[in-house]
């Protein structure tokens, strides 16, 4: 199950933008869900969007982004009466007022930010409380009660990011781990963040890394592969990342874990339960959400690890099946240009997958390309005998033949 934590977002990486993947809007998005549920009174829902918003953006390089998620966890924190973290948000997000006293109200937060005014609404329906100030002098004053540590308003804590669809990005905090000492370090990261119930004892990581070699040589070479990894992520921050307790080697229980791998799988459920209720609107959003985070195959740097080949897999027909049923949902609505797209992309990744060339025949042919459509027919009969060494299937030759005599499909 994905490792979300109610901790706080990370600080703007080092590295740049991802190309050719549209993080961007997948922010933009998960920002405008978060203010969707402030709107309605539901801060858990809006610090999550947020928060996912800001491990996103971190691991992208979306700085004006992360800032956006920060000012909105900065406003959640003043709604629930948390004005210290509060304070430390706006910090965080680089406000101006940001080493001023707390500001007390979501109006003087507005004030504070330089950027848009949002949540025009709730600010005046659910506006923080304002200190009460005691007739009598000599009374002290009743004493305040601390906000839930694990609700939307917690102080922040140390964030750990791991993007490990594609290239391997980790953060803490936004700052990123540099200068990695080959794939065994990356590999043994990715490992603890997948293994996390139960976490693997020392045993069971030298099986997994060392199989073919002596108990003592297999302990030494993860000592040292450990000490690199250990070694790599002090770049990123001074505090312990992988500690040994309770006879098995984890990460640090106080860091607050996101997983590019997590969110997408946690996506596809939410799309396909979207599916389920027949609310297509809400699963095209959270597909195209999904494949936004799938840069690449499961730790696509280290390909020959055996531990990891399963996982790998599964994700990527996951990621397949994405593309399908994305690919669908458009053509059912009429949107034929962005399931033409799709469809190139899942023929692209799968030759021989036949209802999605038929899919996009006859996408071309109504946007008016027949003959693109025939020429996409000989494409897919190639692949298959290439591949397979068969023919098309009856439904797919049967189509062609509609194309060839100019009739609707």
């Not at 101006?96 to 950027?115: M, N, V």
């Not at 597909?287 to 994700?315: C, H, I, T, V």
Request: glycine share 6%; hydrophobic share 40%; with cysteine.
């Amino acid at each position: 199950m994905p490792g979300h934590s109610n901790s706080s977002a990370p600080q703007p990486p080092l590295q740049p933008p991802l190309p050719g993947v549209p993080n961007d809007r997948l922010c933009r998005e998960l920002l405008e869900a978060s203010d969707a549920a402030a709107d309605t009174g539901d801060l858990a829902t809006a610090a999550a969007h947020a928060r996912t918003a800001a491990m996103l953006a971190a691991s992208a390089g979306l700085a004006t982004h992360l800032r956006a998620a920060q000012l909105r966890q900065g406003r959640l924190a003043l709604l629930a009466g948390d004005h210290e973290a509060a304070a430390d948000w706006f910090r965080q997000a680089g406000s101006p007022d940001a080493d001023r006293p707390p500001p007390r109200t979501s109006d003087d937060a507005a004030r504070a930010d330089p950027g848009p005014r949002l949540w025009g609404r709730l600010r005046h329906t659910r506006r923080a409380p304002e200190p009460q100030r005691s007739p009598e002098p000599q009374r002290s004053p009743e004493p305040q009660r601390s906000p839930d540590p694990a609700g939307p308003a917690a102080h922040p804590a140390p964030q750990l990011a791991i993007a490990l669809l594609g290239s391997l990005n980790v953060s803490v905090d936004g700052v990123p781990a540099e200068g990695w000492n080959g794939h065994r370090t990356r590999s043994l990261l990715a490992f603890l963040a997948t293994h996390r119930d139960p976490w693997p004892h020392r045993e069971a990581l030298m099986g997994a890394f060392w199989p073919d070699s002596a108990p003592e040589a297999a302990r030494n070479s993860l000592g040292v592969a450990l000490h690199q990894l250990r070694q790599t992520l002090r770049t990123a921050t001074g505090d312990p990342v992988v500690v040994f307790s309770c006879g098995t080697y984890r990460l640090c229980p106080r860091l607050g874990l996101w997983l590019d791998s997590d969110e997408f799988e946690l996506r596809l459920c939410t799309a396909r339960d979207a599916e389920d209720r027949g609310d297509k609107t809400v699963a095209v959003t959270d597909y195209e959400q999904a494949l936004a985070l799938y840069r690449g195959e499961f730790l696509a740097e280290s390909p020959y690890e055996e531990w990891s080949a399963l996982y790998r897999e599964r994700l990527r027909l996951a990621h397949l099946d994405a593309l399908a049923r994305l690919s669908e949902l458009h053509f059912t609505t009429g949107r034929y240009v962005p399931c033409a797209e799709l469809c190139r992309r899942l023929v692209e990744l799968d030759p021989c997958r036949e209802s999605a060339h038929r899919r996009l025949m006859r996408c071309l042919s109504r946007i008016g390309q027949p003959h693109l459509a025939i020429l996409q027919f000989r494409s897919c009969a190639k692949a298959l005998r290439a591949e397979l060494g068969i023919p098309p299937q009856r439904e797919t030759a049967a189509l062609y033949d509609r194309l060839r005599a100019d009739l609707p499909v």
